[in-house]
């Protein structure tokens, strides 16, 4: 059974750091791209960042210098390291396992930065 599992989530002041995490099971994970996408109240989800199999990482603009992408292929888990937190990075975050025969979504996880 595929399963995506994001966790790390939670409230935060603005300034403040979270690291979010995505286990992955019951896919191959070595081989996939896997990426952080959100989605804020009445805005479409939108690419945070995202790592090949090969550890390229591609980062939206108004999240680079901030946020750090990377993955553990012993662990089948992708993190999110964000740093510098501001309100609008307020959102549902959610974890995205693709390859080129396959997109896989996790149930995402709630990020809140207060002001």
């Not at 690419?47 to 390229?56: D, F, G, H, N, P």
């Not at 680079?64 to 390291?81: A, E, H, W």
């Not at 974890?95 to 080129?100: D, E, V």
């Amino acid at each position: 059974q595929v399963q995506l599992v994001e966790s790390g989530g939670g409230l935060v002041q603005a300034g403040g750091s979270l690291r979010l995490s995505c286990a992955a099971s019951g896919i191959i994970f070595s081989g996939a791209t896997m990426g952080w996408y959100r989605q804020a109240p009445g805005k479409q989800r939108s690419l945070v960042a995202r790592i090949t199999s090969s550890s390229r990482t591609d980062y939206a603009d108004s999240v680079k210098g901030r946020f750090t992408i990377s993955r553990d292929n012993t662990k089948n888990t992708v993190y999110l390291q964000m740093n510098s937190l501001k309100p609008e990075d307020t959102a549902v975050y959610y974890c995205n396992h693709w390859t080129s025969v396959s997109s896989t979504w996790g149930q995402g996880t709630q990020v809140t930065v207060s002001s």
